[in-house]
């Protein structure tokens, strides 16, 4: 059983940034997918990032291109999110998430991070 513990997130002030990092108890293949999603009460868990872990290949929802970045440390199993200049509408609760391939479905991905706070104040 594959364990992610995700750390980062916290309370910041819009335009501000926040790191999230995500470490897999076990070395990923090359063919595995990891993802950052994100979820606010009462809607459906939404897809932000996603790279592929052999060759680093990367997608991002609309909504935060170019303002996050996903990256990976193969040799730490661990992979990232930076997020920038942060907007009120990013505040949510962010989990990891590793898959097998590409999908913005939560559906897709078997191991699940616990989950971490970012709040964006205005």
């Known amino acids: 059983q594959v364990q992610l513990v995700e750390s980062g997130g916290g309370s910041v002030q819009a335009g501000a940034s926040l790191a999230l990092s995500c470490a897999a108890s076990?070395?990923?293949?090359?063919?595995?997918?990891m993802a950052w999603f994100r979820q606010v009460p009462g809607k459906e868990r939404e897809f932000v990032a996603g790279?592929?872990?052999?060759?680093?290949?990367?997608y991002y929802a609309d909504s935060v291109k170019g303002r996050f970045t996903i990256s990976r440390d193969r040799t730490e199993n661990t992979w990232f999110l930076q997020m920038n200049n942060l907007k009120p509408e990013d505040a949510a609760l962010y989990y990891c998430?590793?898959?097998?391939?590409?999908?913005?479905?939560?559906?897709?991905?078997?191991?699940w991070g616990q989950g971490t706070q970012v709040t964006v104040s205005s």
């Open positions: 998430a590793q898959g097998n391939s590409y999908s913005t479905s939560p559906s897709s991905y078997r191991y």
């Open positions: 076990e070395r990923p293949y090359s063919s595995h997918f």
């Open positions: 790279i592929r872990w052999g060759y680093g290949s990367t």
